[in-house]
């Protein structure tokens, strides 16, 4: 019964499409696409130079002049391809 209706719906509500053109585009090749869809996170660096994200955490490098970020707002971003930045 429910496979009769829907060919009767889609008889009466199909229609071709006026052009036969996909709507898809090639990405440009400098578009960075695992940048773009990446989830970002706010967090403050702990004092061990350590940012916290769920159970894992990242280790930031020493700055070259000595000081630390310590207390720093940084963006976390989680790329579909698996790697995390700073």
Known sequence: MLAKFIEHYNVGFTQAPREAVG???LV???LNLD???SL???R???NNHMVPLGAKSIQLPPLPDGRGYA???V???HQPNGQLQV
Do not use: N, Q, S, W
Request: proline share 5%; with cysteine; aromatic share 10%.
């Open 23 to 25: 709507d898809f585009r």
């Open 28 to 30: 440009p090749k400098k």
């Open 35 to 37: 940048r773009i869809l």
């Open 40 to 42: 970002r996170y706010e």
């Open 44 to 46: 403050v660096v702990m």
């Open 71 to 73: 207390g720093a707002r």
């Open 75 to 77: 963006e976390l971003c």
